[in-house]
C-alpha cells in the first residue's frame, strides 16, 4: 500500500552482556560478573551507572537479594554524584531480614521510605510481595516524566508524581526531585545482591 509510514516502537536494550562491565561506568572496582549477573562485591559499594543518561521510559530488571542485602536503583543522577542526594533513588532491599538483622542487634528498623521499592527519602512502596531470599525477581520501572511506577512480581507496589509532593514534610528532598534526566544503575551497599537483566526502553 503506497503512502502508509510505519513507525517502529522503542525495543528494550540489555544492558548486562553477561561477560564484563564494559557497559557501565562509575564504581567498577567494587562490582564484578558472577554466573552471568552484576554482583556487588561484599564489603564493598558505591554507584555502577549506565553510559548513556536516561529521561523517560522502562526499566526492566532482574535481581536476587542475599538475607538483609540492600543495594537500589540508581535514577536521574549526575556524574559523580549520589543517587539518594543528588538524583533518586529506588530502593533495592530484603526489607523483612534487614529489619530482623537490625532487631537483633538492638538497632531500629526501616523508616517507611526506606522499604524495598520505595523512593528513598520521599514515599514508601507497598511491602510484602518479594520472593523468598535466593529468588529471583522481576521487577519494571516506568518513568513518564515526574510520574514513577514500580511493579514488582506483577504487582504495582509505587504509583506517584513527583508535582505532589509536599516538600516541607520531607526532612532531606533528594535535588533528583527536580531532574529530568540523569544517569541509571545500581547503588550498592556493601552486599551481594544480583542483577542478572537490566533491560531499557526509552521513549
Known amino acids: 500500500v503506497t503512502g ?6 522503542p525495543i528494550f536494550v540489555e544492558l548486562v552482556n553477561g561477560k564484563d562491565l564494559s557497559n ?5 572496582d567494587s562490582y564484578e560478573m558472577r554466573d552471568g ?4 562485591k561484599s564489603g564493598q559499594g558505591g554507584d555502577l551507572l549506565t553510559k548513556e543518561p536516561f ?3 522502562t526499566i526492566r530488571v532482574e535481581f536476587k537479594l542475599p538475607k538483609a542485602g540492600n543495594n537500589g536503583i540508581a535514577l536521574r543522577t549526575p556524574a559523580g554524584g549520589r ?10 532491599i530484603d526489607s523483612d531480614g534487614y529489619n530482623e538483622k537490625q532487631a537483633a542487634a538492638g538497632k ?3 523508616e517507611p521510605y ?4 520505595s523512593l528513598y527519602h520521599c514515599v514508601g512502596a507497598k511491602h510484602g510481595y518479594l520472593r523468598p531470599v535466593g529468588e529471583w525477581n522481576f521487577q519494571e520501572i516506568d518513568v513518564d516524566g ?6 514488582l512480581n506483577g504487582t504495582k507496589i509505587l504509583d506517584v508524581d513527583i508535582d505532589t509532593f509536599d516538600r516541607s514534610q520531607i526532612p532531606n528532598p533528594p535535588k533528583g526531585l527536580d531532574h529530568r534526566a540523569g544517569f541509571i544503575g545500581f547503588a550498592g551497599h556493601h552486599d551481594p545482591v544480583q542483577f542478572r537483566s537490566f533491560k531499557v526502553r526509552r521513549r
Do not use: K
Request: proline share 5%; with cysteine; aromatic share 4%.
Open 55 to 57: 529521561e523517560n521510559g
Open 114 to 117: 526506606q522499604y524495598h521499592g
Open 108 to 110: 531500629p528498623g526501616l
Open 37 to 40: 549477573a552484576i554482583t556487588c
Open 24 to 28: 557501565w561506568q562509575g564504581a567498577i
Open 4 to 9: 502508509v509510514q510505519t513507525c517502529a516502537l
Open 83 to 92: 543517587p539518594a542526594s543528588d538524583g533518586l533513588e529506588l530502593q533495592i
Open 146 to 151: 515526574q510520574r514513577i511506577r514500580i511493579t
